[in-house]
């Protein structure tokens, strides 16, 4: 039996179980619907789901989210977006409370992937709480070589600095933790790899192969990222460098604007 269970959202019956049916896993299972009433009811059996996959027309209804803020308060969510979706649509999922996004068409490996992290990066940590009126300031430096798997290692570490001195909530370490997974992500990815955004777009088994085979060759392959982190009782400051080529900043589009 799975020890966990994620709640699949959408509007088409159909679409939720080809989602659910590509998203499941040995560590969870995944439960499709497609109302509101469902939900509820999926979040008040004795095994709440961990997390929630949901369409992005469904996370826009005020009453979806505020069921699941009254049924299960700091739920981690991401939401399935649309080929096409601007920038600004997805920033505002962000905005609206969702801890990520992925496009609903996405691999099954990558739905997984993305699953596997946010679940993990929201378990809760019995971390030293009563060593917390004792710390001051600390800093840490980390060099990684080019392998996604460490991630979610210092994501986590980065969680707990924030639990451990009190600086965020439950919800905003996970937010927190989503930032940095996906800034050290295109660090390794993008800049040491070199590996290109489109190619990520189509979320297909070249883009997974493509990273293996430039983790494994010059000159990536001694290429590293460096990650530090600097804390204290009021702040975390996280710089992340990588050894790519670097890119022309004032080629990008203002996601903001």
Same mark, same amino acid.
């Given at each position: ?198 190619? *990520? ?12 085979? *430039? ?43």
């Amino acid at each position: 039996m799975a020890a966990a269970r994620v709640l699949v959202l959408d509007t088409d019956q159909d679409r939720a179980a080809d989602i659910a049916s590509r998203a499941r896993s040995d560590q969870w299972d995944t439960v499709p619907v497609t109302g509101i009433e469902a939900a509820k009811k999926v979040l008040g059996d004795p095994m709440p789901p961990a997390l929630v996959l949901v369409e992005r027309s469904m996370w826009a209804d005020p009453g979806l989210r505020s069921m699941l803020t009254s049924e299960e308060p700091g739920l981690p969510v991401i939401v399935l977006t649309e080929d096409g979706d601007s920038p600004q649509a997805v920033i505002q999922q962000l905005h609206l409370g969702a801890m990520s996004y992925i496009p609903r068409n996405a691999a099954a490996r990558k739905l997984v992937e993305a699953v596997q992290t946010i679940i993990t990066l929201s378990l809760r940590s019995p971390y030293r709480e009563r060593v917390r009126e004792y710390l001051r300031s600390g800093s840490i430096e980390l060099e990684l070589g080019n392998d996604p798997a460490l991630i979610p290692l210092i994501v986590g570490y980065a969680q707990r600095v924030l639990e451990d001195y009190g600086l965020s909530s439950r919800r905003e370490q996970s937010r927190v933790g989503v930032a940095i997974a996906e800034a050290i992500s295109n660090a390794m990815i993008h800049g040491n790899l070199e590996v290109s955004s489109e190619l *990520r777009q189509t979320m297909s088994d070249a883009y997974f192969e493509e990273i293996e085979k *430039r983790r494994k060759s010059e000159p990536y392959l001694s290429r590293v990222v460096q990650v530090a982190l600097r804390f204290s009782q009021s702040s975390l400051t996280v710089t992340i460098r990588d050894q790519g080529k670097g890119f022309d900043r004032s080629a990008l589009a203002d996601p903001t604007s």
